[in-house]
Each structure stands twice: as C-alpha cells, then as structure tokens.
C-alpha cells in the first residue's frame, strides 16, 4: 500500500471568499477516508479539486506520484458519486451505466457484461431497462456507484451520497458502502457532515473546519483524543469546559482538581490554560459525596439505549451533559466521577486562524 | 339548476369563440359572394384559392419565413443561453433584462423602428427584411423556452459527464442537448406561431410586391373582401386544429404507455 492521492497547499477562493486555506492530505492506495465537516467548511471543494472540476489558485494535487493539477476531469483517473446522483434522466439504468464504456468504443458485448456485473454487485439484477424516475432514492444511489465503478477508477469520490436518504436507508447503505469498497479493492474518499457515517465506516477520518483540516486520525483517536474544542463538539457529545494545569497530571476546572494523564511530557506544563474534554458516558455516578464533585440532576431524557441527563455543579457554574444507563430522578443529589484516561486536555485556541495554523506544522 | 346554469355558461363561451370561426368557415363554402344569405353549396372559392398566384404566393412566403425564422431564432437564441450559463448572475440579470424588453415593447414602435432602421442602412425591404424583424422578435421567446432548462441540474450532469470520461463536445450532444429539448421544441413551436400570427411587424417592413397572409387579408380588405379568403382562412384554422389533435393524441398515447 502506497500514497495514491497527495493535496499539497490547497488555496482556494470564490470571489471573495477564502474556501480552503492550505490544505495538506494524503490518502493512501485502499483507504476510506471520510472529509467531516460542517457545510461550508470546503470539503466539497476539496473533493471538486480531487475530480478536477475547480482548479485551485495555489498548491498541487498529485496521483499515484504525478501531478495532475492541469489534468482535465475528463482524462482523471477518478469517479465521482455525485449528491444528487446526476443520473442522466432521459437515459434507461443500463444506458447510464454504459455511458463511460461507450465513450471508450467498448465492444456491446462487453458493455453487456459489465452491466450484468456492476447491477449485481449493487443487488439491482434485471434493472437494465428501467427508467430513471422510476427508481426510488436508494435505487438511484445504488445506481450512480454502478455507473462509478464500471470504469474501473482507482479511486472514488463520493460527495454525500446518502445525504438524500432516510435515516434507516442510510444505516442500510452504510454497510452496503463498506462491503462495496471490500469487494472492489479500491480507494473511497468520502465526504459527510454526519459524524455517524464518518465513525462507522472510515478507516481515516478528516475533519474540516473552515477551511483548515483541524484534525486526522483514525475514528478512534478522533472521537478519544479530539485536537481542540472544535471537534471535541463536532464528533458526538461531550462537555468542553475551561481549566487550568496546578500541577503534573492534575487540572483544576471550577475549583476542583482532577486527576489526568497529561503533564509537561505532553505539552501541558502546571499553569497552562487549558479545554478540558469529557465524553458524557465517561462521568460515574457515585452516592452523594463519594465521587469527585457533586451536584443536582435539573433534567432527564430517555434516548433508548441510554438516559441523558443535564447536572447542575453544587455552585451553579457548570452544567454536566451525563448518559448513564441507570435511572436517576430529577432533583437527586448525585456525587460523579470521572477515570484520568478519561479527561482529554487540549490546547487552548488563542484565535481560530492560529490554532490551525498550529495544526498544520 | 345549478348544473344546468354552469352548462348554459359554458355553451354561451363557447358560442362566443367559435360561432365567428363557424360563420367564416360556412361561407367560404357558400355560392354567391354575398356575406349574409346561403344560396348553396360549392368549392369554387377553394378552386379560386388554388389558382390565384397572390394567394398562393402569399401562404408560401408566410410559411418559409415561418419556419426559417423560427430555425434561425431557435439556433441563435439557443446558443445564447449556453453563453449565459458560464456567465455570472449579475451578468445573466442584466442580460435577460433586456431580452424581455422587446416582448413587453408594442409591436407598432417595433415595426417602425425596424422600417426606420431598414431605410436608415439602406437595405431594400422584401423577404430578407421581413426574416430579419421574425428572427429579431422570435429570439428572446427562445431564450425565455430555453433558459429554464440550463440550470444547476444540467451543469451538474455535464460535470458527471465528463467524470465518466466524455469530452465536453461528446458530453454536449449526448446529454446538454438531450436535456435542453423539450425547451428547444417549444421555444421552435412558439417562433413558428408567432411569426405566422405577425401582421404589424410585417406591415411595416414588407416591400411593395410581397405579402404574407396577413398582410394580403389586410390589403384586400380595403378593396372588397372575397369568399376565397375565407376559405384560406378555413384552411389555417383546419391546419392548427389538425396540429394540435395530433399532438394531444401522441401526448395521451405516451401516458397510457407509461402508465401501463
């Protein structure tokens, strides 16, 4: 496995407007990597870069070792799944797949097979003939990747393909997805705002922030060990709070200390300021007085699996966001814990420029 | 009583728009030349009709400049959205605002304004004056037919195109082309009735010894009309109906087949 795709200081503007900053990115031959990110954060136009339909104003984008910055999409090594599909709508399934075989002159009897093949591996066999708009969103979908992948790319793009679908197609075509991309043997650079498709399915995940990657990793690290309080937020839920290091391996957040694992060695030397990040089914709960602080339950959610609870600190500073699997009661006094290896200590952004500036070095 | 009233409602209507076409197309069948008393059946004004050369003359020079101006506009107006959609907003605003000026503008200060322009360059007025002032008025109809099929949609699927491998002239044909149709067709089908519909536009930039329909219905008015023009005018409305049945036809045909 080497290094297929290589964004090399990606700048971009539309009139005005700063879409990407310096964007540096590697994905690696067979990877799913997944750009997360809000809408505008530039994920899209990076993608666009990588398909060759915007030209950035500075930086390279290489393939497999060669430049392709002026390469035109057309001759690009690549497939796009687009959002909306772009299904040719007066074309039949079997015409729209066959439409990058027919460009190339591929004898019919080829093309046959391949149809076959690709409406197969989608599990829509016999829909050669059918109309666009007679198939239902999924079956659309499934379609713009048979119509991908038959041009055999060593990579392909997918700009969020299942954005259109309702949440139970989506869960059904995440698997779908995933099990595409082990059979084909290929590279999926994929693009959502959804952290849940992001987690689920990447090998890697970048996450994006206006115009910066803000952090990459794999969804483990990103979800475990978030690089600021931007993706601490964006990756599930948590409470980002204020604190400041007293001492090794001990940060103090509204007056009460807290053990860690993060000291000098780490970057966060006794009187740092610092973001504190605690996942909310990371806090105990221990009798009233038998954990590290207490405080008061003010509301209560069931969410299926598990409750949600928002806990008031005793002096009313903070308000804790707790999933427990247990029943507690609104108006409880309750004591809480928390494990060191579970407080993640970042560093403080002393603006949003320079702190993913800081990222990129 | 409340049905009955809505039927008598609507046979008054249709009284109203189609008892004057009845009345013309029973007297051009008449005998005498007389506009008010049926003194028998005959086709001798059709007869007529067939072998006077102004008339005849007349119905070809209405029909070519038809079809010519409303392939030359479709062409023209065509390629202009495709211009328009590498344009900026603000571009195409400015643009489609004056592509609607001429269709709300009267089309007496139109005429004139192209007799005066036609006198002004010194270009004789005939049958290429009269094509150029259909083409001029039929464009922005065109544009207005086309324009709305060039959006977002088919920017996207030219994108996909290319992603497949296509070049952007293969990806034109196949598929811009392809989605663009239906506004072509109608764009085409507006410029056609258009052109034959004009009278004033035509009027005014005609030269002496040429006529369209129009015009010659216009001129014979004032010298005593003849029942052959009615059956002309028979004949226009017999063509328009026989259009559009087939097209509803075709058009229901296709549902039922796409509904089965």
Not at chain 1, 69 to 90: C, E, G, I, K
Not at chain 1, 206 to 220: H, L, R, T
Not at chain 2, 94 to 120: C, K, Q, S, Y
Request: negative net charge; contains cysteine; aromatic residues 10%.
């Amino acid at each position: 496995m080497g290094e297929l795709i290589r964004l090399e200081g990606i700048v971009k503007s539309f009139d005005d407007t700063v879409v990407l900053k310096g964007i540096d990115l590697s994905v690696e031959e067979n990877e799913f990597v997944t750009l997360l990110g809000p809408s505008g954060c530039g994920k899209t136009t990076t993608l666009r870069i990588i398909g060759g339909f915007v030209r950035p104003d500075e930086g390279r984008v290489f393939f497999d070792g060669k430049d392709i910055t002026d390469m035109p999409a057309n001759q690009r090594p690549v497939n796009t799944v687009f959002q909306n599909y772009a299904l040719f709508p007066h074309m039949n399934v079997g015409e729209n797949i066959a439409f990058s075989m027919r460009v190339k002159n591929k004898p019919e009897a080829y093309i046959k097979d391949k149809i076959k093949y690709a409406l197969k591996l989608v599990n829509l066999d016999g829909f050669e003939s059918r109309r666009i708009d007679q198939l239902s969103g999924g079956q659309q979908q499934r379609i713009a990747m048979a119509r991908a992948i038959v041009n055999e790319p060593r990579v392909l793009l997918l700009d969020e393909p299942l954005g259109a679908l309702d949440l139970k197609l989506r869960q059904e075509m995440q698997y779908e997805l995933v099990r595409l991309k082990k059979e084909l043997g290929i590279t999926f650079l994929y693009i959502t705002h959804d952290q849940e498709e992001a987690l689920t399915m990447s090998d890697k995940v970048v996450v994006m922030n206006e115009g910066y990657i803000q952090q990459e990793g794999s969804p483990e690290e990103i979800y475990d060990e978030p690089v600021n309080a931007f993706v601490a937020d964006f990756i599930g839920d948590s409470n980002i709070l204020s604190g400041l290091m007293v001492d090794e391996k001990l940060v103090r957040i509204n007056d009460i200390d807290y053990p860690c694992i993060d000291g000098s060695e780490q970057g966060f030397p006794p009187r740092t300021p610092v973001d504190v990040v605690i996942r909310p089914e990371d806090i105990e709960i221990k009798p009233y007085g038998k954990g590290l602080f207490n405080g008061t339950i003010i509301s209560k959610l069931f969410i299926g699996v598990h409750y949600e609870m928002l806990v008031q600190s005793e002096d009313g500073e903070i308000e804790w966001l707790l999933q427990n699997y247990d029943q507690h009661d609104v108006g409880e006094k309750i004591g809480m814990y928390v494990r060191p290896e579970n407080i993640q200590i970042m560093q403080k952004p002393k603006s949003e420029a320079e702190s993913a500036i800081e990222l990129d070095i | 009583m409340k049905k009955v009233l809505g039927r008598i409602y609507i046979l008054i209507i249709m009284l109203f728009l189609y008892l004057p076409i009845l009345t013309l197309i029973v007297l051009s069948f008449n005998e005498a030349k007389s506009m008010s008393v049926w003194t028998g059946f005959s086709l001798k004004w059709y007869e007529e009709l067939f072998r006077s050369k102004i008339m005849m003359g007349a119905i070809v020079n209405t029909f070519s400049i038809a079809v010519l101006a409303a392939l030359i506009a479709t062409v023209v107006g065509t390629l202009a959205v495709i211009g328009m959609s590498a344009m900026k907003q603000r571009q195409v605003n400015v643009l489609m605002g004056f592509n609607n000026i001429p269709m709300l503008n009267a089309d007496i200060v139109t005429g004139i304004a192209l007799m005066l322009f036609f006198l002004m360059v010194g270009m004789p007025r005939g049958y290429i004056t009269i094509l150029f002032s259909h083409v001029t008025f039929c464009i922005p109809y065109v544009i207005l037919s086309v324009k709305p099929r060039m959006n977002k949609n088919t920017d996207r699927l030219f994108e996909a195109a290319l992603d497949l491998g296509a070049s952007e002239r293969y990806a034109f044909r196949r598929i811009v082309l392809p989605e663009l149709r239906p506004g072509i067709m109608s764009g085409f089908l507006l410029s056609f009735t258009m052109s034959v519909d004009d009278f004033i536009i035509t009027y005014f930039t005609r030269g002496a010894g040429i006529n369209t329909i129009s015009t010659l219905i216009y001129s014979q008015v004032k010298v005593g009309i003849r029942p052959s023009l009615f059956a002309l005018s028979t004949l226009v409305f017999a063509a328009a109906l026989i259009v559009l049945l087939t097209v509803n036809l075709r058009q229901s045909r296709a549902d039922k087949a796409l509904a089965a």
